[in-house]
């Protein structure tokens, strides 16, 4: 049974930072490429970031780009999102999700993905 769980969210001021972690079980994480989504209410999901299964190659929204930064461990089974200078306007649920494709390409349309964790609530003060 594939488990994907995030952990990390919080309620944070303007300007301040979170960490995100998101452990994959079940499969081989090596094997999949991994993403990060969020859903404001109200609005859709939109794409935040993604990374390759080797690691080395990322892509991030317009809106992210400069703030956040995606990693992940392997070793670990393990994804990570940090968000720095957080606005509230990043406000949302935030979804981890992995896909069984080695890069970023398509990466930003939910339906490419494979599994879904339950979600973390960021929540971001002005």
């Known amino acids: 049974q594939v488990q994907l769980v995030e952990s990390g969210g919080g309620l944070v001021q303007a300007g301040g930072s979170l960490r995100l972690s998101c452990a994959l079980s079940g499969r081989t994480f090596s094997q999949y490429s991994m993403g990060w989504f969020r859903q404001a209410p109200g609005k859709e999901r939109e794409f935040v970031t993604a990374?390759?299964?080797?690691?080395?190659?990322?892509d991030y929204a317009d809106a992210v780009k400069g703030r956040f930064t995606i990693s992940r461990d392997n070793a670990k089974n393990a994804v990570y999102l940090q968000m720095n200078n957080l606005k509230p306007e990043d406000t949302a649920v935030y979804y981890c999700?992995?896909?069984?494709?080695?890069?970023?390409?398509?990466?930003?349309?939910?339906?490419?993905?494979?599994?879904w964790g339950q979600g973390t609530q960021v929540t971001v003060s002005s």
């Open positions: 999700a992995a896909r069984k494709y080695s890069g970023t390409i398509g990466s930003a349309a939910p339906g490419n993905y494979d599994y």
């Open positions: 990374i390759s299964w080797s690691g080395g190659s990322t």
